[in-house]
């Protein structure tokens, strides 16, 4: 299958060079572009791309409300975000989530990088490392904030073995760290993620993070790593 992107950034001069590099690969074409949120999110309605490269500073609107938009659509729950932005802060990785997003990484990806990072979010993965889902936790997510409802009601429903699963993929390792980790192949632990993810309404593992940091399966630890709940 050729994974369709749409480039949302207000530079003419990146987006002609990331649609040379995402064209050049044989299972990427680039389908569309976008110089402000508002068009990011007319197009995104309009092509739907299986992945959307969100620059964040934008006139007009911005990439974090276009995402926000985007995310809240049900019409477009197959397109998922990727934010490839200048400013790499915790903040705006936090607010990125927040808004649904999927992935999180800087301009100054290589070309090889940014290829897979596409891939890796059109199958529904996230792309935070280890460290920076630690530090985004530890900072952002896990000051007191309401819950949703549904989300607390919904943890009950996990089975022990998928709220295990949960609370890795919270500490941001990937399914084949946690194969290996629970003797299991990954398959296997792919298959728990996604029944968690739809049991949770999660619409990625990007969101599942933030749901099991907010409901309390994992809690940020005083040394900055994490805590699993019992």
Do not use: W
Not at 134 to 150: C, Q
């Amino acid at each position: 299958m050729t994974l369709r992107v749409l480039l949302a950034d207000d530079q003419a001069l990146l987006r002609g060079a990331f649609r040379m590099l995402l064209d050049s690969a044989d299972d990427i074409t680039v389908v569309g572009e976008a110089v402000d949120g508002r068009e990011a999110v007319r197009l995104t309605r309009e092509l739907r791309p299986h992945v959307v490269i969100m620059d964040i500073r934008m006139p007009e609107v911005d990439g974090l409300t276009a995402t926000s938009e985007i995310c809240a659509d049900p019409d477009l729950r197959a397109t998922r975000i990727l934010i490839l932005t200048t400013y790499e802060t915790d903040e705006y990785v936090a607010q990125a989530l927040r808004a649904g997003a999927a992935g999180f990484i800087g301009k100054g990806i290589g070309a090889g990088d940014l290829l897979d990072a596409v891939r890796t979010v059109a199958e529904g993965d996230t792309l935070l490392s280890p460290a920076a889902t630690r530090s985004l936790v530890t900072r952002f997510l896990a000051t007191p904030e309401a819950v949703p409802p549904r989300h607390s009601g919904q943890l009950a429903a996990l089975t022990p073995r998928e709220r295990e699963m949960v609370a890795l993929v919270a500490t941001g390792l990937s399914n084949q760290e946690i194969a290996e980790r629970m003797f299991l192949s990954p398959f296997t632990v792919r298959a728990h993620v996604q029944r968690a993810m739809t049991k949770l309404e999660a619409r990625d593992r990007a969101q599942l993070v933030v749901i099991a940091y907010r409901t309390g399966l994992v809690r940020a630890a005083p040394d900055g790593g994490t805590d699993r709940l019992p």
